[in-house]
């Protein structure tokens, strides 16, 4: 949708399971992984290559892919291979200070999408990243500039929001001693000194349903999970994040349109859209009636239902785009 409004974008791809590539790119991992080459990195992994394994070469930017029918949407593939650099990072994050064989793998990563992201002059570029708490995530989200939680209306997110309040802090703690390293700051990637802002939260994957001609709301079950986010979110996750100064002055969040009290986006099941948009590898909201092949009231409800998301992603990339101008 930021790509729609005019803002070039690049996509990147740090989940090892790489479902972001396939879904966006077409893959359908029934053949050779076609985003591999002996001749330029093409993916996430090979591009970090000479860092992690000692190469007597510098980064180059990744060759990145247009995404088909979007123009300004570019995507850096992800690698299953990524996982193995996990252990090799944790140990680098905790010994670079005192290694001087290790100080180039922490800023590389950062590093690495800075310049790809520089060879298509994206003004915007979003990580995916696993659903984890690993060496990776913790290089990825302490040198990123802001950051979204995604989550589901159930038990496990509320608990992992209790996590989240006590990580994250935990990790800019680590990233502003890490920036003090004088081996970190004249390493081929220097560590960059960073604050990730917190844009805030978006709830997706659940149930609605319509009562007495009122607007559709989750039903009742998720409700109860709706209630125990919020309240985790607003009296564990932003103070913690807020002690810590990984939030944006108050007066940004009104002025864009993403309150704090609120969630950033609210995104129900997609139900059958989503087996239409996946075969076609366009989002939901691109989803227009020839691509929708049922017929009547069904196909009805299918092209409003795709409309309604459109809206939803589309202020969603707007309060994006006003958020960032707070984001240094």
């Given at each position: 949708?930021?790509?729609?409004?005019?803002k070039?974008?690049?996509?990147?791809?740090?989940?090892?399971?790489?479902?972001?590539?396939?879904?966006?790119?077409?893959?359908d991992?029934?053949?050779?992984?076609?985003?591999?080459?002996?001749?330029?990195?093409?993916?996430?992994?090979?591009?970090?290559?000479?860092?992690?394994?000692?190469?007597?070469?510098?980064?180059?930017?990744?060759?990145?892919?247009?995404?088909?029918?979007?123009?300004?949407?570019?995507?850096?593939?992800?690698?299953?291979?990524?996982?193995?650099?996990?252990s090799?990072?944790?140990?680098?994050h905790?010994?670079?200070?005192?290694?001087?064989?290790?100080?180039?793998?922490?800023?590389?990563?950062?590093?690495?999408?800075?310049?790809?992201?520089?060879?298509?002059?994206?003004?915007?570029?979003?990580?995916?990243?696993?659903?984890?708490?690993?060496?990776?995530?913790?290089?990825?989200?302490?040198?990123?500039?802001?950051?979204?939680?995604p989550?589901?209306?159930?038990?496990?997110?509320?608990?992992?929001?209790?996590?989240?309040?006590?990580?994250?802090?935990?990790?800019?703690?680590?990233?502003?001693?890490?920036?003090?390293?004088?081996?970190?700051?004249?390493?081929?990637?220097?560590?960059p000194?960073?604050?990730?802002?917190?844009?805030?939260?978006?709830?997706?994957?659940?149930?609605?349903?319509?009562?007495?001609?009122?607007?559709?709301?989750?039903?009742?079950?998720?409700?109860?999970?709706?209630?125990?986010?919020?309240?985790?979110?607003?009296?564990?996750?932003?103070?913690?994040?807020?002690?810590?100064?990984?939030?944006?002055?108050?007066?940004?969040?009104?002025?864009?349109?993403?309150?704090?009290?609120?969630?950033?986006?609210?995104?129900?099941?997609?139900?059958?859209?989503?087996?239409?948009?996946?075969?076609?590898?366009?989002?939901?909201?691109?989803?227009?009636?020839?691509?929708?092949?049922?017929?009547?009231?069904?196909?009805?409800?299918?092209?409003?239902?795709?409309?309604?998301?459109?809206?939803?992603?589309?202020?969603?990339?707007?309060k994006?785009?006003?958020?960032?101008?707070?984001?240094?």
């Open positions: 949708m930021l790509a729609e409004q005019g070039r974008v690049l996509l990147v791809d740090c989940d090892p399971q790489c479902n972001m590539t396939g879904l966006v790119l077409e893959y991992h029934s053949d050779e992984y076609q985003f591999e080459s002996k001749i330029a990195p093409m993916n996430i992994r090979d591009g970090l290559a000479p860092a992690f394994e000692a190469r007597p070469v510098l980064l180059a930017p990744v060759k990145t892919q247009p995404v088909v029918g979007c123009p300004n949407l570019y995507v850096l593939p992800g690698h299953v291979g990524l996982a193995e650099y996990e090799q990072l944790s140990i680098a905790e010994l670079s200070g005192s290694l001087a064989a290790l100080q180039n793998i922490p800023g590389a990563a950062r590093w690495l999408i800075d310049l790809t992201a520089r060879s298509i002059n994206a003004e915007f570029t979003i990580v995916d990243m696993s659903p984890s708490l690993g060496a990776i995530n913790q290089n990825i989200w302490a040198t990123s500039d802001a950051f979204i939680i989550m589901a209306p159930d038990y496990f997110s509320a608990m992992a929001l209790r996590s989240l309040s006590r990580v994250l802090p935990k990790w800019y703690a680590w990233s502003a001693s890490a920036s003090q390293h004088q081996s970190l700051s004249d390493s081929a990637y220097p560590w000194k960073k604050t990730p802002k917190y844009l805030g939260s978006i709830v997706q994957n659940y149930r609605i349903r319509a009562r007495d001609g009122k607007e559709a709301a989750p039903t009742k079950a998720y409700q109860r999970w709706f209630d125990e986010l919020t309240t985790t979110k607003a009296d564990t996750l932003l103070p913690e994040l807020r002690k810590a100064g990984l939030l944006l002055e108050d007066a940004a969040y009104s002025s864009s349109g993403a309150n704090l009290n609120e969630f950033f986006l609210e995104i129900s099941d997609f139900n059958s859209l989503i087996a239409i948009a996946q075969g076609l590898s366009k989002p939901v909201f691109c989803l227009t009636r020839e691509d929708i092949m049922s017929s009547g009231s069904v196909a009805d409800n299918q092209v409003a239902s795709a409309k309604s998301f459109r809206k939803k992603y589309n202020d969603g990339a707007k994006i785009v006003k958020l960032s101008q707070y984001v240094s």
